[in-house]
């Protein structure tokens, strides 16, 4: 999928049910999250994040902070009780205008619209945390790799990166039932569900990188990984894991 068919499925999830695209809880879907429940959740995340960035003595400065894939603002705004000033990008205009809807009355808070595999409206060397969080699995790995080196060339010296990702490709699909489909092998299956995938609209699509691939680039790109920790935010179906990398300085 390139990004302009992204954003139009994403743009399609922010007018008709953008709270479940964000947190697809099954219970939630058919705009069943309340505001207050679904922010809250926002507030628990990014508490358990600065909870630990100040357990390892990580993002000495708060100034500035950039929520990539911001969606309706629910981790922008919980990043604003600890930073001077948080950007908040998403690809979807219709996100951006839940997202100031929702937190236009928070002056440390802006949101942009983001369209394009660069970051052009954000310095290099001007952003103390970049956090994204149920993002970058929905964007197909090219692009990924693209963001991650606009992410780094961003941070400030010592500033930090926290992504989470899964691993690579869902396991094999399983089977289940009787007929056909049991007697096709697994990746018949796939490519068959796929194509079925391919025409609903709109779509989430998932992807992953590799864990040594995520690491060998961000040390190549001047922001080496100092830790992994097992992430199943995305599901259960592949391995994931979320990464914390520091800029170095040059």
Known sequence: MRLGS?????????????????????DKKGNRWSVDEFLQTGREEI??????????????NRRRALDFGCGAGRLTHALARYFDHVIGVDIAA???????RLHGGT?????????SNRLESIASDSIDLVYTLLVLQHIPPRYVREYLAEFVRVLTPGGVLVFQLPSGDALPVKVEGHGLKRLLPHRAVAVIRAVRRWREFPRMESHGLPRREV???LTDLGAPVVDVVDDHAHGTDTPG?????????R
Do not use: C
């Open 47 to 60: 508490d358990a994040l600065i909870a630990y960035l100040d357990e390892r003595g990580l993002t000495e």
């Open 94 to 100: 219709s996100m951006i205008d839940v997202a100031k």
């Open 107 to 115: 002056p440390n808070i802006e949101f942009r619209v983001n369209t």
């Open 6 to 26: 992204l954003r139009r499925h994403w743009d399609e999830y922010g007018r008709s049910d953008p709270f479940w695209a964000i947190l697809t809880a099954p």
């Open 215 to 217: 690491e060998q680039l």
């Open 241 to 249: 894991f979320r990464y914390y990398a520091v800029k170095v300085a």
